[in-house]
């Protein structure tokens, strides 16, 4: 007997025209399934994520597609299936919150139960008050509560209606670290019992790695790739994603030799004579590559390293040295200008300066190569 | 006191009716996407450049016995439009939509679009939308095209005469009847009457500048504050 899997996940095929553009184009063109859980939508700025937020909540027609919840089709573009927003229980916490200004958090959580009687209607916002802490702030307006406040109100807004499916625009941006895990945490906890898709959008890699189960990127309205977010972000696969996924170092370069017993190929930097070692990619002799590698996963030394497993030792002088946080960006100059990240404390025993020789470790598996 | 208390009872009606007209023309003028929405806006904006002699001149021939309004109002009403009460509350009803509708206009669109799609994926149709989030947020907006549609009403000189003509106790309002006293060289009783007009305008665009200021949020005005 054929066991019946009865899916609850969200499915959306969308495509968004460019408005006039002179070619046909597509701002937005993807096919993307998320499943009960927290899935991320990564990518950077313009890349589209809220376009297709937009359409999957109903506040957006694409030019064609087709989305559905389970079973239930919400918009297809061939049978001319759209219900409007109201009618798709899809809940859309916008990164503006939007909360309304001029009512008590009450008034906002009750907003979308309407369609309730008192009794049932208080149980539930009693329940969603307690769920995300902000009871004590009932007869509050969202003027006078802090920010991780509001970010706790929309979410109960939102929520309380038992939506099935939850979208969040970047909604805890520019709150710390810890505020931000609370959040988190009770978001999580809502979602045991409820089981419903999250589609959480966001281009802090920060996010990613705090919430991540599921990762979609995104760039320029394509998806461009699609698992767990180590797979996906720590091997970007393109440039765009690269920078947003915090590689300070992007490198052209172009391929010297392949050494396939070894795994690694060799690639001359652009605008220098220097050579390093990189994993084995789909490339011949000569081809341009990119390289791209984190400013922390750089070693400095300030005198020449022997003995190590490292392949790859550049000599250089610092061109900059600049405080930020717990962190020290350094500028090195070594026929390429590389970005490294040092603590304060690496900084000071090492008698880091401008203009001091120092030379650059690389591992080779720091190495990644990535398309444009 | 007779043509000070028939022009705010002019004023009263016309107010009236320019919040229940008004409401919905500036809703739609506020969200529609239509391509041709600039020509309304542009009719409704007409009053403000036009000479009141001119709108009057209009509004007179449509009403005349001879005019489409009038012979409509004829056939229902059994007598003429021109030079009657009604008459002057439908002219003042055009002449004042400007400043009904360009504040409500602006008090609607300067409430935040993601508001309006927040409570849509809430589940409220644009009617529940428009009571429990627009208007509220729009308050001073409103009280404002209130205000300015009672005040620029109450002053009106050029549409009156034109409309209404001169009977007393029908279309004699106040600043008709200041011209008369001016032309019969009573400046004692047009001074009287001219002052209490200035104290009323001056009182009520303290009240509407006083609340935009409040509120922090600028509310369209004809004469910008700063």
Redesign the interface.
């Known amino acids: 007997m054929a066991l019946e899997i009865k899916t609850t996940g969200l499915t959306a095929q969308v495509r968004v025209e460019r408005l006039g553009a002179a070619t046909p184009s597509f701002l937005l063109d993807v096919s993307i399934e998320v499943f009960p859980g927290v899935t991320i939508l990564f990518g950077p700025s313009g890349a589209g994520k809220s376009t297709l937020l937009d359409c999957i ?3 957006l027609r694409p030019n064609a597609g087709r989305i559905a919840s389970g079973e239930e089709v919400l918009f297809d573009s061939e049978s001319g299936v759209d219900l ?5 229980r ?3 916490v ?1 990164q ?1 919150l ?5 009512m008590s958090v009450e008034a906002n959580v009750s ?2 139960l ?2 309730l009687e008192e009794a049932q209607r208080s149980a539930r916002i009693g329940a969603i008050l307690e769920a995300f802490r902000v009871e004590k702030l009932r007869t509050r307006k969202p003027g006078e509560i802090s920010g991780g406040e509001k970010q706790r109100v929309a979410l109960a ?2 929520l309380v ?1 038992l939506p099935r499916v939850l979208l969040l625009d970047e909604p805890l941006t520019g709150l710390d670290a810890e505020l931000k895990a609370s959040i988190v945490d009770d978001l999580r906890a809502w979602n045991v019992a409820q089981e419903i898709p999250i589609l959480y959008v966001t281009h802090s890699r920060d996010e990613v790695d705090a919430l991540g189960e599921r990762v979609i990127a995104l760039e320029q309205g394509r998806v461009i790739g699609h698992g767990n977010p180590r797979e996906v972000l720590d091997a970007p696969r393109r440039k765009k994603l690269a920078q947003a996924a915090g590689f300070e170092n992007l490198l052209s370069a172009s391929v010297v030799d392949l050494r396939e017993p070894d795994g690694v190929m060799r690639v001359r930097l652009e605008e220098s004579t220097s050579e390093i070692e990189v994993p084995l990619g789909y490339a011949t002799p000569g081809d341009r590559v990119r390289v791209a590698i984190r400013a922390g996963d750089i070693l400095l030394a300030t005198q020449r390293p022997s003995g190590l497993s490292a392949r790859n030792v550049l000599e250089g002088t610092i061109a900059s040295l600049e405080r930020r946080g717990n962190m020290v960006i350094v500028r090195v100059e070594c026929g390429v200008a590389l970005t490294v990240h040092v603590t304060p404390g690496a900084t000071r025993a090492l008698e880091l300066a401008v203009a001091k020789p120092v030379w650059v470790v690389l591992k080779t598996h720091s190495c990644h190569l990535v398309n444009d | 006191m007779e043509p000070l208390l028939l022009s705010i009872r002019l004023a009263v009606c016309v107010s009236a009716i320019l919040f229940v007209l008004g409401m919905p023309l500036a809703y739609w003028l506020a969200y529609s996407l239509w391509r041709g929405k600039f020509l309304v806006e542009s009719v409704v904006a007409l009053p403000l450049v036009l000479p009141p002699t001119v709108l009057g001149f209009y509004v007179l021939v449509a009403m005349g016995p001879r005019g489409p309004l009038g012979k409509l109002w004829q056939a229902a009403f059994g007598h003429g439009l021109a030079f009657t009460f009604t008459g002057l509350v439908l002219a003042s009803v055009l002449y004042s939509l400007p400043f009904a509708v360009q504040p409500l206009i602006a008090a609607f669109e300067s409430v ?1 679009r ?2 309006l ?9 644009a009617l ?1 939308t428009f009571w ?2 627009i208007l ?2 729009s308050v001073p907006g409103v009280l404002t095209a209130l205000v300015l549609s009672f005040a620029h009403t109450l002053g009106e000189f050029g549409v009156v005469l034109m409309v209404g003509g001169n009977l007393a106790g029908v279309t004699r309002t106040v600043s008709i009847d200041i011209y008369d006293h001016v032309q019969s060289l009573e400046y004692a009783d047009a001074n009287r009457m001219a002052l209490v007009l200035l104290a009323f305008s001056f009182a009520v665009l303290s009240v509407v500048y006083g609340v935009n200021r409040r509120v922090g949020r600028r509310v369209w005005s004809p004469w910008p504050s700063r």
């Open positions: 909540a109903g506040l409007p927003p109201q009618r798709r899809i809940a859309y916008f503006s939007a909360l309304f200004p001029h907003y979308g309407a369609h807004r939102s209606t | 935040d993601k508001l799609d927040a409570s849509a994926v809430l589940g409220a149709g529940r429990r989030v509220p947020m």
